[in-house]
């Protein structure tokens, strides 16, 4: 399942790339590396079988909508959305599964808005009145309603593009209004249908961003749907950053919910729920940084470790103090100050907890966990997750290496020996 990297200290860095994510570094490290160093040994997970399940799922979706077997793909997003199944990085398997049946459409609509030759050719509602037509004929299907619902709100996005409201043309605000509106007709349906159903209640806060007045919901939504999944981390990070104030909330709001989604998920995270909130936020912006409870915050790390002790947890959080949090630093001495704490963390985090390397999670904690990066090379992203890594744990280990003794981490804990 494993193959093993190795790389030696040197003074010039970063390490040469490799030219596959699987490769030795050794087989790639630059001349000046000093012969009389030690060496850094760490297993490597198994890259492409972690990213296909993910991938698996999503084509799965695709297929069976391009097979008309809708009520097969409504069969299975209810029985994963319902035992709470997730691929390995936490993204709920009926998400994927919804992705994958509305990507013909959304895709298409995507590269034609891209594209104004493009467009002028491609009708851009024939796909999605196909989907429509087809929620129709399910009508009583909350799951397919739920397809439908999703592609309205990623239409309405590409209709938005990166545009502010100021440069934005006419006819791309009046469609992504219209799109988001639609998406807003049929999700109360889905919910009347599937009231303790995760992935309604998580397209139910996707489509907030695109109401004027959700300020007003966005608090309540979120905690709907912490307590329908408490487990899935990822819907207490997305509240966090729709509290900041660019989105729908305040400095003290983030705070407050924090510490109250802590409360309430005590049992299943200890005080996790209060980092995992930060977690995003405060890595995005400077000020919410500054007023962060640091102690807390690193205390809830700890109950995470204590409750998810996976390697796959471990990474994220190594990763996301080593690398992540620096991101912005010298902007507010404040927030600077709980930088250095959290990322003092990484310490104790990799030489009591690491024993394989992630080399995509690595890469996606450079880019701040922003989901929205697009990857046009799953093999060099990788590549640079694992450079970054290295250079990381490199760093940490610095004088041990430097000394002569050889830095391995084994399944059983980190060792350190002599040539």
């Known amino acids: 399942m494993f193959r093993f990297v190795r790389d030696r200290l040197s003074r010039s860095r970063p390490v040469s790339s490799p030219s596959t994510p699987h490769k030795c570094l050794a087989d790639s490290a630059p001349a000046s590396v000093l012969p009389d160093h030690g060496r850094l040994n760490i297993p490597l997970a198994d890259i492409q079988a972690q990213d296909d399940i993910g991938r698996n799922c999503i084509e799965q979706g695709r297929y069976l ?5 809708w009520a097969e793909l409504s069969d299975l997003m209810r029985t994963a959305d319902e035992s709470r199944e997730t691929a390995p990085d936490g ?3 009926a998400e994927l599964l919804a992705f994958g049946a509305r990507a013909d459409v959304v895709l298409a609509a995507e590269h034609a808005l891209s594209d104004a030759m493009a467009l002028s050719e491609f009708d851009v509602l024939s796909g999605i009145s196909e989907l429509e037509d087809e929620m129709r004929a399910y009508a009583e299907d909350p799951m397919i309603a739920l397809v439908v619902a999703l592609a309205h709100i990623d239409l309405a996005w590409a209709w938005r593009g990166t545009s502010n ?5 006419a006819l791309h605000q009046s469609r992504c209004a219209a799109h988001f509106d639609r998406a807003a007709a ?4 889905c919910r009347a249908a599937a009231a303790s159903s995760p992935i309604i209640a998580s397209a139910c806060c996707a489509l907030l961003a695109g109401q004027r007045k959700a300020h007003t919901r966005v608090a309540g939504e979120y905690e709907r749907l912490i307590e329908l999944d408490p487990l899935n981390q990822r819907h207490m990070r997305a509240l ?12 003290d709001e983030l705070e407050v919910h924090a510490l109250r989604i802590a409360a309430r998920t005590q049992q299943t995270w200890g005080a996790g729920g209060y ?3 930060q977690f995003d936020a405060i890595a995005l912006d400077a000020e919410a940084c500054a007023q962060l409870d640091v102690d807390y915050f690193l205390e809830g790390m700890h109950d995470i470790l204590h409750r998810r002790p996976d390697q796959q947890t471990v990474n994220m959080l ?3 103090c080593a690398t992540t949090i620096q991101k912005g630093t010298g902007q507010n001495e404040k927030a600077d100050a709980v930088r250095n704490q959290i990322h003092d963390a990484a310490h104790w985090l990799i030489r ?8 995509l999670i690595w890469a996606h904690a450079a880019n701040g966990f922003n989901n929205s990066v697009r990857i046009s090379s799953p093999e060099r992203f990788a590549a640079r997750g694992q450079r970054d890594a290295l250079r990381a744990i490199g760093d940490l280990f610095r004088d041990e290496l430097r000394s002569g003794l050889d830095v391995t981490f084994t399944p059983t804990g980190l060792r350190l020996s002599g040539h």
């Open 165 to 169: 409201d100021a440069t934005l043309p």
């Open 186 to 189: 049929i999700l109360p349906k």
């Open 240 to 251: 966090g950053t729709h509290l900041l104030p660019r989105w729908f909330g305040t400095y």
């Open 275 to 277: 980092t995992w909130v």
């Open 65 to 69: 909508a391009r097979q008309d077997r």
């Open 352 to 359: 009591d907890h690491l024993t394989e390397l992630h080399p």
């Open 318 to 320: 190594s990763a996301y």
């Open 91 to 93: 993204m709920p398997i």
